[in-house]
């Protein structure tokens, strides 16, 4: 799977975004360990806290069918749909992510227009607090 393929499946997710009060409908495309793809898109609330981000709507996704290794993401979205700039995942996504991914080797394409950049999840959170810090 290529890191073009994965944006183009996070671009087909965004189309089912929920989005009428931010008006910016977000679409994720989670890539298993084994090679299965799950998408995920924003789903807001009037009651604002209880929206989901579409990494989240993806991870929960997978982790409902059994998958607990993800090796990469792609995440596009933007105003009104306009994707000309990267969306990067927010902070708790990000920590979320954390829960389930190698902070090093899991890498997140933040996806645009002409492409998408790339970083692993500890470029994006550095010096995070997962699993490992917690069990004895």
């Not at 700039?85 to 920590?95: F, I, L, T, Y």
Request: charged share 20%.
């Amino acid at each position: 799977m290529t890191g073009a393929e994965l944006v183009a499946y996070a671009r087909e997710a965004m189309l089912n975004a929920y989005a009428p009060y931010s008006h910016h409908p977000v679409g994720a495309a989670l890539l298993s360990a084994t090679g299965d793809i799950y998408l995920g898109c924003n789903v807001e609330n009037a009651a604002y806290g209880c929206t989901c981000c579409a990494e989240r709507t993806a991870l929960f996704k997978a982790i409902s069918e059994g998958e607990r290794e993800f090796s990469a993401i792609a995440i596009v979205g933007g105003i009104d749909g306009n994707t000309e700039k990267p969306c990067a995942p927010c902070g708790v996504c990000r920590q979320v992510l954390r829960e389930f991914c190698d902070p090093d080797a899991f890498l997140i394409l933040l996806g645009y227009d002409d492409g998408y950049d790339e970083y692993t999840l500890s470029e994006l959170l550095p010096e995070s607090f997962g699993p490992d810090n917690v069990r004895r």
